[in-house]
């Protein structure tokens, strides 16, 4: 049973640009969450997708968008893309009813 | 913003010493589940705990949740280089919002 995966595990990208981060969730997950992790800070809760659509929202600008799909996978957009941003983007997926969370491997985007 | 507190922040230790670290918050979890991230890896979970005063344990870790859900403790006993890593303490509101507090970057040193 694969667990949680995302792609890519790494990327760079220049200010200005805009990436796409892609996750598969855990076999039976069908809501999947997004953090950012900051180097030496805890993960902060970007959104939350179930059902296909943004269910909770974190404080984070409208330049942070996602997606997701009938398979339950997803995607986190990231549009004009800042220094700030760079940080380990993490993916969870948890199961109906919800009540933990398993995690990727996480992708790390440097913007330079 | 954390709106879990987490300490300490950083603890270095000798192997074979106990330690005890702790997340406390003003609002009151659903549950709450301590994870253990190594550098550049996702967060691996450890437990989750659900009731006021439940005290679960995990060989030589002992996790324990408030009487009134609002903080927990993580407690190893003997500790081993090989428990070194970041300790993420993260509690759930309304069984769908989950939110971490800063962690505690444990050091065991042989």
């Known amino acids: 049973d694969a667990g949680v995966t995302q792609s890519p595990t790494h990327l760079i990208k220049t200010r200005g640009q805009q990436v796409t981060l892609r996750c598969s969730p855990k076999s039976g997950h069908d809501t999947v969450s997004w953090y950012q992790q900051a180097l030496g800070q805890g993960p902060q809760f970007i959104f939350q997708?179930?059902?296909?659509?943004?269910?909770q929202r974190g404080n984070f600008p409208d330049r942070f968008s996602g997606h997701q799909f009938p398979n339950y996978s997803s995607e986190l957009n990231v549009n004009a893309l800042l220094l700030g941003d760079s940080a380990l983007y993490l993916c969870a997926s948890s199961p109906t009813g919800f009540t933990e969370a398993f995690f990727g491997q996480g992708t790390r985007l440097t913007v330079v | 913003t954390q709106l879990l507190e987490q300490s300490p922040q950083f603890l270095s230790i000798q192997e074979g010493e106990n330690l005890t670290v702790y997340c406390n918050s003003s609002?009151?979890?659903?549950?709450l589940q301590w994870y253990r991230q190594e550098p550049g890896e996702g967060p691996v979970l450890l437990v989750t705990?659900?009731?006021?005063?439940e005290v679960k344990k995990l060989k030589r870790l002992t996790f324990q949740f408030g009487d009134a859900r609002k903080d927990s403790s993580l407690h190893i006993t003997a500790a081993q280089p090989g428990d070194t890593g970041l300790y993420l303490c993260?509690?759930?509101?309304?069984?769908?919002?989950?939110?971490f507090g800063a962690g505690t970057r444990l050091t065991v040193k042989p």
């Open positions: 609002s009151v979890f659903s549950s």
């Open positions: 705990v659900v009731t006021g005063g």
């Open positions: 997708y179930y059902e296909e659509e943004e269910r």
């Open positions: 993260a509690g759930t509101y309304n069984n769908n919002d989950m939110r």
